[in-house]
């Protein structure tokens, strides 16, 4: 079965740092990953899908890359919405998502 | 608007039953993959079943295999999971979602209701 590792599992920044959370597969996912971000109390909403594509109407500071076991989100300048916890997720015939990241504030 | 919005979550005692449901709004419910995921309480999110827009494909977890059973009516736009012989570590919020096979996410996820094992 394929392992998702997600890292780090929390995350201390400031408004206007540039963030990278990473997650690693254990094998081969080709681009099948997305990348959520769930706020307490809320569903989660998708950011990317396919590694790098931009879900509508998520603003530019996100962005996905990657490809075969390890990617990564970026986000450009943090902003105050964006302090929230975020899951990848790899579907293969079933999905699977990353332990979770909880970007807090400095 | 693409709506989803989930019922009947409760307080239930260990091996007792449940069933849950999701109407779905605003999209054409036939044509879409269904999925339940879950969260227990402060922990990270856990698919537990999908369904084909047919039914004719379904899936569990291996921590549901066999006490689940998920379903769906086209006809009423609902998605259902049946819960049995819960146990506590079956506590979570449960979240329908719509998964979109072009770009292999779930792209739109219903607010969750509670299901609460316990003795």
């Known amino acids: 079965d394929i392992q998702m590792t997600q890292s780090p599992s929390t995350l201390s920044a400031s408004i206007g740092d540039r963030v990278t959370i990473t997650c690693r597969a254990s094998q081969s996912i080709s681009s099948w990953l997305a990348w959520y971000q769930q706020k307490p109390g809320k569903a989660p909403k998708v950011l990317i899908y396919?590694?790098?594509s931009l879900e509508s109407g998520v603003p530019s500071r996100f962005s996905g890359s990657g490809s075969g076991t390890e990617f990564t989100l970026t986000i450009s300048s943090l902003q105050p919405d964006d302090f929230a916890t975020y899951y990848c997720?790899?579907?293969?015939?079933?999905?699977?998502f990353g332990g979770g990241t909880k970007v807090e504030i400095k | 608007e693409v709506q989803l919005v989930e019922s009947g979550g409760g307080l239930v005692k260990p091996g007792g039953s449940l069933r849950l449901s999701c109407a779905a709004s605003?999209?054409?419910?036939?044509?879409?993959?269904m999925n339940w995921v879950r969260q227990a309480p402060g922990k990270g999110l856990e698919w537990v079943s999908s369904i084909s827009s047919s039914s004719s494909y379904i899936d569990y977890a291996d921590s549901v295999k066999g006490r689940f059973t998920i379903s769906r009516d086209n006809a009423k736009s609902s998605l259902y999971l049946q819960m049995n012989s819960l146990r506590a570590e079956d506590t979570a919020v449960y979240y329908c979602?719509?998964?979109?096979?072009?770009?292999?996410?779930?792209?739109?996820w219903g607010q969750g209701t509670l299901v609460t094992v316990s003795s």
């Open positions: 396919k590694a790098s």
């Open positions: 997720q790899q579907y293969n015939s079933y999905f699977l």
């Open positions: 979602a719509r998964f979109v096979v072009v770009t292999a996410v779930l792209d739109y």
């Open positions: 605003g999209f054409t419910f036939s044509t879409y993959i």
